[in-house]
């Protein structure tokens, strides 16, 4: 198969000899459509990445590797195969761990995983699952007995890992599980078993073809008394593959994306397993059955078991945010050199010249610098957490609030560039399907959006009720304020967060006052409260996080930081223009406050327009990362038969069991991409 | 085949006889799932169907045929084949004909797509290009000499023809086009080709897999003079499917979403066709290539040959409204057997129950509701406009509001039942994925919805100018006006309408007057307005079809009349809550009235809350056409090792050219979809 069967290379051949001679275009008609070659990573890059600057050089470079060209046209089979090899190969070089998540640079990795979410959702997906999910619980609910050589297994992902949490049945509601882990005392074993269709493991990423082990959560029953949620470390598969006895897995097919991720059904037949299988680090069993707990309600114990869920929800945002810039620099790329109706009817003008697609565009991309700081400043708040108890309940809120804005707004601006390409968006290899695809994994995994939009406006209210949380309302801004003053724009937020916190713990205490159960107010007459003060809490967060860098950088004389400013000033405009009327019912602006803010974001977007190639490029996506033929030359990508694919499919591993190298053959685009 | 390879059987048995004791759901823990059975048609739903009840329930009952059985995990070959398959299936019926569009009933082909759209994007997309562009083009552009034979094998999709108008480098501006069809004297024929890269047809649906005919747009140029772009009648396969020489066809390969349409790229390398293929209605080509036509100006005879654009955008309107009823259907029968958190933390709690899901299902429903009343007026403008030029600028105008509404209503109707549904929701067997793929094909094509917008705005604008357009600004509300009555929303509808064209012309005049040119101020400074007013128009016109189906309706007697009036208020409350702060800067709401916008589109949502199944009922989705297992019995559905698939995949024909009828095997799905 190396290079590919002849009729691949005979195409291009009798196309070059026969065709192209009267299909060359046109001269002068379009802009250099190529972006320029790759750049060293600008001041702003460098800001936007904020740490591990060299080890996230290093996991690009060996993104180079050919098993990274996209192929599309594929049976689940080998998408999936395609995303574990890749997978493999980074963690093969060796550049973070999961023992991180205990050291002294655990935005090592997250960083992976933000490099791992520009090229390809599938593989983020199944390295978030094998690093964060299973084996930050091997090493956090462990213990040495389990730690072993299996630590270093991970980081190599010579053994994989799956994380069997949800059940058929509770998806919102996992504490109420039904999966079974039986001590018997006879054999000193724990027999793990799935007692109904509602209680089979769902979802469970890794599992359909590639992991041998499952943490699988289930109620310790010990002499017939439930001590709560536990994880057990079950082998599923053997080294070769083959699966344990007792052990049923099922494939879940086909998904509306990341179908590169192996998500399994599990069910467990009474499967023995020993019993220093169960990760003990908070609760001990004893042979004989004595059971003893640092965690006294069983019911909290699901919370420390899940407790990966938190540093999950970084890891799914810092993913989701790399999907953004993806979308966004192919967007704008394409927009720069596609030409359509200038002044005179003729197709002369790049559509990004269109205020629409600005108007479109800049918005989106001041947001995903805001939700970049955000999100640097939430892995700060976890990271200090490890260590300072009274730190936890805002490292709580901040990933339960960052990951829902990062991953709607994946999903508005993936959506919103797929709309301003045109038909070209539609393509798979121009990949804005894929990136609607993933920011839709985002938005419910570790956590559906809105019930953790709950969980922070409801951490909020015992916060402010405690006294831990200081309401800040500054009122109404000064009339003919500067709607593009970032401290009046502050303010806003500030008054907006305080006001619906106040708003909604007034309403709760009034109705429950009046003998209205709390989850009857809570869940069917205030949800739009609810809602509204978690979104003004996050937004708030990230605006605060943003001008900070805006202050800490703008004077330093480096190129691109006079960019902040306006970035920082279109990013909260555009959070209030969204919400306008809410903002003047509430009275939190004034109609003529309000009548300034689309104007502004107007005036902004024109602003920065010039800019828009320098603020994509400092998302450091190398053109062998981005791929989409819109965001290199397009018209040489339409030269030839390219069957709608980058690389030659054709070469791929039939077999389903490995990858075969390509050859560079005739596509056009392995020049490009520098392969 | 037959009856699929014994392992799907084996499967099943083991897994009756091995595991499925142990695996029985504990009881009660569920409402039933399943929908009740399927129902006669009520009121409703033949009062949203509108016309052709009886060829609609015809068309439906042919569907019950085993190719409409849904597959995932397929090449896209067999993709293609289905969609194919499934479609010829349905014309064989003779239940419309290309015709139609000339004849009484045109309603009945605008039907044909919206029932298409309930089942299957891709092969609703391949039949509006069968009949609408390819078919309806030669009815109207082509002559007896075309039609002859023709007409009748593209009812019974005996001949596949394709519309070749886009060239890559002309996608929103084909007018420019390169596509040549030089008139050849000495041989009395016409010479078609793609002089270059950028003048490749792109796009081409059917033309990949199925098409024997295309029609070819091109300059048709005649001893050195271009006569502007005209169509030209192409083979471009023989019967056998073999390509034509000189034709060559590309596969566009794999896309986002609607995999089972085969588009093409095509390019002519000289080839040579009869003049009697020019496409002669409105000009004609005599022996030795004298030229006449009743359009004068070439490139005014553009807008002649893309006529069959217009009916177009009916026909995607209708399909992608029955794709948000489908999508809708099912998030709300998931969410009425979906249980979840309850008052005491069990999961016995339909989701359908919380606000927070109400709140986003309820204004969606009310939105289909209304954009179907809306797209029945326009199907009817348009009809009336066949013989009466007067009305032929409002059934532009109607044509091009609509198809962007209802377009970008099933973006975000499929985006939001998506993430509402959760993980299920992600699945590709639950079909959200595949409805949010099709509702992007619809925004850009026929016309990118922005574009199309700009349109209506300027030929508005123009209207105005001659005073054939009435403008109604009631001005405000009075203070205290009940925000739910209709008169009243109508009122604001109209007079945003108003004030919006009126600023619009103010706009072009000062600025033009001042010096600046037409595209600049349009295109470069008041887009957001432009867009604004595109959309005040047509949300007007169906807010107004939606009154004057209430109206006519809510005293009638019958079952579910009374529904009405609630969807309208929360039809048109919804689209004000949209832009409620626009509103309020414009002076079209005053601060208090904005403020009662939410608060009665919260108490219409918890209103119709209760009859949220009599709503979706309406749609007219039988059973054996929605197939998504969470709105049947998903616990029945997950017994099994279903790999994803809703009928047993892996009995298609592997070949690729056929369809291999399906035993019932063991998939429990089958059963429950009266296949």
Redesign the interface.
């Known amino acids: 198969m190396e290079g590919g069967p002849a009729g691949g290379r005979a195409l291009g051949a009798e196309r070059r000899a026969a065709?192209l001679s009267?299909?060359?275009?046109?001269g002068g008609?379009r802009p250099a459509a190529s972006p320029a070659p790759d750049l060293p990573a600008s001041p702003l890059q460098r800001l936007l990445e904020g740490d591990n600057h060299e080890m996230r050089d290093q996991m690009k470079e060996a993104m180079r590797d050919p098993a990274f060209g996209f192929r599309?046209?594929l049976?689940?089979r080998e998408e999936r195969d395609l995303a574990y090899v890749r997978l493999r190969h980074l963690c093969q070089q060796g550049l973070w761990s999961v023992k991180d998540f205990l050291g002294d640079n655990p935005y090592r990795i997250f960083a992976a995983h933000e490099v791992a979410g520009i090229a390809d959702g599938s593989m983020a997906t199944k390295m978030t699952v094998q690093f964060n999910l299973f084996g930050g619980t091997v090493l956090k609910l462990g213990t040495a007995r389990h730690h072993g050589a299996l630590l270093d297994s991970i980081d190599r992902f010579d053994q994989v890992g799956c994380f069997a949490l949800?059940e058929?049945?509770?998806?919102?509601?996992a504490?109420?599980m039904e999966t079974q882990a039986v001590y018997d005392p006879a054999s000193d074993e724990l027999v793990v078993h799935?007692?109904?269709?509602?209680a089979?493991k769902?979802?469970i990423t890794n599992g359909a073809v590639h992991a041998h082990f499952a943490v699988v959560f289930a109620r310790l029953l010990v002499g017939g008394k439930d001590h709560g949620v536990h994880g057990v470390l079950v082998r599923i598969r053997n080294d070769d593959l083959s699966i344990v006895p007792g052990v049923?897995i099922?494939?879940?097919?086909?998904?509306?994306?990341c179908n590169g991720v192996d998500n399994a059904?599990l069910?467990f037949?009474h499967v023995r397993v020993p019993r220093s299988a169960l990760l003990d680090s908070f609760s001990q069993l004893e042979n004989g059955g004595a059971f003893t707990s640092s965690i006294k309600r069983p019911r909290d114990r699901f919370l420390k078991v899940a407790d990966q869920l938190l540093s999950g929800r970084i890891c799914i945002g810092a993913m989701c945010l790399s999907g953004a810039k993806s979308a966004l620099a192919i967007a704008v790329r394409y927009a720069h050199s596609r030409?359509?109706?200038?002044?005179k009817?003729?197709?002369d003008t790049p559509i990004f010249?269109?205020?629409?697609q600005q108007?479109a565009l800049l918005p989106l991309i001041a947001t995903t610098y805001g939700l970049n700081f955000g999100l640097a400043d939430t892995k700060r708040v976890w990271a200090a957490a490890r260590s300072d108890p009274a730190l936890q309940p805002f490292s709580v809120l901040s990933c339960c609030g960052i990951k829902p804005l990062i991953t709607w707004h994946l999903?508005e601006a993936a959506?919103v560039c797929?709309?301003r390409c045109?038909?070209?968006?539609?393509?798979?290899?121009n990949r804005?399907?894929?990136i609607?695809?993933f920011s839709?994994?985002g938005?419910?995994a570790e956590g559906?959006?809105?019930v953790l939009f709950q969980k922070v406006a409801k951490e909020l209210l015992d916060l402010v009720r405690r006294g831990q949380f200081a309401l800040v309302d500054v009122g109404l801004p000064k009339p003919g304020a500067n709607m593009r003053c970032l401290d009046t724009l502050l303010g806003v937020f500030r008054s907006r967060e305080s006001k619906r916190l106040m708003e909604l713990g007034t309403r709760m205490a009034t109705k429950t006052g009046a003998g209205e159960?709390i989850?009857?107010v809570w869940?069917?007459?205030?949800?739009?409260l609810v809602?509204a003060t978690a979104a003004a809490f996050a937004e708030r967060q990230c605006l605060e996080s943003f001008v900070k860098v805006v202050q800490a950088n703008e004077n330093s004389g480096k190129p691109g930081m006079d960019l902040l400013r306006p970035l920082c000033e279109l990013y909260a405009l555009t959070r209030l223009?969204s919400?306008?009327?809410?903002?003047?019912?509430e009275g939190l602006l004034t109609?003529e406050h309000?009548?300034a803010i689309?104007e502004a974001c107007?005036a902004l977007c024109q602003a920065l327009a010039p800019r828009s190639m320098e603020l994509i490029n400092a998302f450091g996506i190398p053109t062998h990362m981005c791929q989409a033929p819109i965001a290199m030359d397009w018209?040489s990508y339409?030269?030839v038969?390219?069957?709608?694919?980058i690389v030659p499919n054709h070469t791929y591993s039939a077999a389903g069991t490995g990858f075969i190298d390509h050859k560079r053959a005739d596509f056009p685009m392995l020049n490009q991409l520098g392969f």
Not at 22 to 26: M, S
Not at 641 to 645: A, F, K, P, V, Y
Request: glycine share 12%; charged share 25%; net charge negative.
């Open positions: 065709g009267a299909h060359v275009a046109p008609l599309f046209d049976p689940l949800t058929l049945g509770y998806g919102n509601n504490v109420e799935t007692p109904s269709t509602l089979q769902y979802w049923r099922e494939d879940m097919g086909h998904k509306m994306g059904k069910w037949d030409l359509t109706v200038g002044p009817g003729k197709s010249d269109y205020q629409l108007r999903q959506t797929r709309e045109g038909g070209q968006g539609y393509l798979s290899c804005l399907g894929s609607i695809g839709h994994a938005m419910t559906d959006n809105r159960t989850f009857e869940m069917k007459q205030e949800s739009d809602q223009e919400e306008l009327g809410q903002l003047i019912i109609t309000a009548k689309p107007r018209e339409n030269v038969d390219n069957q709608g694919e």
